[in-house]
């Protein structure tokens, strides 16, 4: 199974790459590593 994490970094890759051929500054990584799962609420 494919991590969702680098799906969604492979895509915002090829948005980039196409929104700018010329290269330039890449997208900045996200410093909180995507949202975490939410806490189970069964108390």
Same mark, same amino acid.
């Given at each position: 199974?494919?991590n969702?994490?680098?799906?969604?970094?492979?895509?915002q890759?090829?948005?980039?790459?196409?929104? *700018? /051929?010329?290269g $330039?500054? %890449?997208n #900045? @990584? *996200? /410093?909180?590593? $995507?949202a %975490?799962? #939410? @806490?189970?609420?069964?108390?």
């Amino acid at each position: 199974m494919t991590n969702i994490t680098e799906v969604v970094v492979n895509i915002q890759q090829q948005s980039h790459d196409l929104m *700018n /051929p010329l290269g $330039g500054a %890449p997208n #900045p @990584p *996200n /410093p909180h590593g $995507g949202a %975490p799962n #939410p @806490p189970a609420d069964n108390y």
